[in-house]
């Protein structure tokens, strides 16, 4: 269980990251608004100057809907 403080810290992290990042959280409430469900594919690319791109992805689970759905409880959605 998170304390009081951690959950400050936490939404004043969220805060900052929204506004370095405007355009991040609306992508997700847009793909959030389409339905996630079991079996959709998330992938992630990660681009450095200079460097060789990697990337991965993942299959959603029904446990990651769960995680999903608590952590967008916890940061307010």
């Known amino acids: 269980m998170l304390n009081p403080a951690s959950l400050i810290k936490l939404a004043e992290a969220k ?3 929204v506004q370095n ?3 991040f959280p609306a992508f997700c ?3 959030y608004a389409r339905g996630m469900e079991e079996g959709t594919i998330i992938e992630i690319t990660v681009k450095k ?3 060789k791109d990697m990337a991965a992805n ?3 689970q029904e ?3 769960e995680l999903i759905g608590e952590l967008r409880e916890l940061l307010g959605k």
Request: glycine share 6%; charged share 40%.
């Open 15 to 17: 805060k900052r990251f």
């Open 49 to 51: 100057p200079g460097d």
């Open 29 to 31: 409430k847009a793909v």
């Open 21 to 23: 990042h405007p355009k």
């Open 63 to 65: 446990t990651d809907l």
């Open 58 to 60: 993942f299959k959603i």
